[in-house]
């Protein structure tokens, strides 16, 4: 029974851990620009293609066509965001949620036209792949370790760079109040440049980890719709609060997809989210504010 609960855990939190850093780019562009990114998951999606074209295609080593995807989907974000998504700041909210949403179609359109991509199904070999590790009687895929273990470095690396580098300052400044950071002399359209950059790189990440265990294709950004729960789940406006959100999400649907009937994996995480908004509706780690009237 204990070694049970141990297998189901350990491959929650692996499954979570995809989850939390696909709403850690939810989080990062909501703070900065109070927008919520629908085309994150895709954004994941176009990252592992990148990855599986440097890597498969290129033939390049994985310890250079992973980094070389990363930086090229950084790049790719800062793009969408000078040349989408700056232009429609100041307008309604809903305007801007529409635009993130047709870019995901978008995404997955163009990627189901692209020669080599297209809409068939394709694996991503990695020194780890067909790996077992056991613990006693509890065995897990190198795969799932490898996402705990990436997940937990990347995680320390964001902490690093937002606290202790002038850039990761000026971020936080700006996504507490863009203008005074203006006014304080902070570049505030060039920030939010970087962190949707930022933000695709995570998601390119997540799509990476992701990639060997569901393999790769269109559809696979649609587990951008459980890491959405994830970031309601942590708090839309903790970076923290993501992570472990999408450790929750991970949790429940591990959890529910053995204890309970057929069917209750799916609707898991949105239940979950009902209850927190019910119980605690800025989320568990998000700030109350209150506000005069």
């Known amino acids: 029974m204990l070694n049970q609960l141990l297998q189901l855990t350990l491959s929650g939190i692996a499954v979570g851990c995809v989850y ?18 629908f085309a994150q998951g895709d954004l994941m999606m176009v990252g592992a293609f990148v990855a599986l074209t440097f890597t498969e295609t290129f033939g390049f080593p994985l310890w250079l066509g992973f980094p070389a995807a990363i930086v090229f989907m950084a790049m790719f974000g ?22 993130t949403i047709g870019l995901g179609t978008v995404f997955r359109g163009v990627v189901s036209m692209v020669p080599g991509w297209g809409t068939d199904t394709h694996t991503m070999r990695t020194p780890f792949s067909g790996q077992l590790v056991n613990f006693g009687e509890v065995v897990l895929s190198a795969e799932q370790l490898m996402i705990i273990a990436d997940t937990a470095l990347l995680c320390g690396v964001l902490y690093l760079f937002f606290r202790f580098t002038r850039v990761g ?34 998601a390119t990440i ?22 959405f729960p994830a970031a309601v789940v942590g708090g839309f406006g903790s970076v923290p609060g993501a992570i472990v959100g999408g450790l929750v999400i991970g949790l429940v649907e591990a959890f529910a997809g053995f204890y309970l009937p057929e069917g209750f994996k799916d609707v898991a995480a949105y239940i979950v989210v009902l209850l927190v908004l019910v119980l605690r509706p800025s989320g568990l780690f998000g700030e109350t504010r209150n506000k005069k009237v």
């Open 20 to 37: 939390g850093l696909i709403a850690l780019g939810f989080v990062l562009i909501y703070k900065a620009t109070e927008t919520v990114n």
């Open 78 to 99: 800062i793009l969408i965001e000078k040349a989408v998504l700056s232009p429609v700041l100041g307008q309604p909210a809903f305007s801007i949620v529409m635009v």
């Open 169 to 202: 300052v000026a971020m936080q400044a700006a996504s507490q109040n863009q203008l005074a950071a203006y006014y304080m002399g902070i570049p505030v359209r060039r920030i939010n440049a970087l962190i949707w950059g930022i933000s695709a790189a995570v």
């Open 206 to 227: 997540a799509g990476i980890l992701l990639a060997p265990v569901t393999f790769v294709h269109a559809n696979m950004g649609f587990i951008g719709l459980k890491a």
